[in-house]
Antibody, heavy 116, light 107 residues
């Protein structure tokens, strides 16, 4: 059971980027799935969630700029990021909860660097 | 949004010490709190969920307690592999929020 993120990289301020998180051995659409980020040397920030129902929620810091979605046929979670700012520079993790424990499964992360 | 105040921000301790970290929520979160361990370059690892439940496979020297607004995380006897950064997460109310983190260093 694992999550594997991809899609990070160096992007100019104001640009767009799409992150992916592919799940194995469980079904993305049956679980809530989240993105959490961590700027270099700083703490963790919860970014967004998509519930099994399809309902989404965003942190105020990304609302209107980021969109969380999933492709059930690919068993993959996405984060479409636009109007990127320097403060969006961070390691981005996808995370979910399996069995009884919330947020007990995390990917290895993908690094997004926004250059000015 | 619920604010999570975690303290201390850093801590020096020795192998064998008992260590305690606290998180205080700005409003009642019942027991919807996790504790994570994070080592450099790695994703967070869940240790405690629902404030006091030990995640499968996690050593029993880790424990958590509390409910409402005040929570405590304890390592009963520090081992060399425990030197890391620890985070709390509240998941009672969206947007979920983390504490600022506690860096545990070797004295």
């Amino acid at each position: 059971v694992q999550l594997v993120e991809s899609g990070g990289g160096l992007i100019q301020r104001g640009g767009s980027l799409r992150l992916s998180c592919t799940a194995s051995e469980f079904t993305v659409s049956s679980n809530y799935m989240s993105w959490v980020r961590q700027p270099p040397g700083k703490g963790l920030e919860w970014v967004s969630v998509i519930h099994s129902s399809g309902t989404t929620y965003y942190a105020d810091s990304v609302k209107g700029r980021f969109i969380i979605s999933r492709d059930n046929s690919k068993n993959t979670l996405y984060l479409q990021m636009s109007s990127l700012r320097s403060e969006d520079t961070a390691m981005y993790y996808c995370a979910t909860g399996l069995a009884a424990a919330p947020y007990n499964l995390w990917g290895q992360g993908t690094l997004v660097t926004v250059s000015s | 949004d619920i604010q999570m105040t975690q303290s201390p921000s850093s801590l020096s301790a020795s192998v064998g010490d008992r260590v305690t970290i606290t998180c205080q929520a700005s409003q009642d979160i019942d027991n919807f709190l996790n504790w994570y361990q994070q080592k450099p370059g790695k994703a967070p690892k869940l240790l405690i969920y629902d404030a006091s439940s030990l995640e499968t496979g996690v050593p029993s020297r880790f424990s958590g307690s509390g409910s409402g607004t005040d929570f405590t995380f304890t390592i009963s006897s520090l081992q060399p592999e425990d030197f890391a950064t620890y985070h709390c997460l509240q998941y009672e109310n969206l947007p979920y929020t983390f504490g600022q983190g506690t860096k545990l260093e070797i004295k």
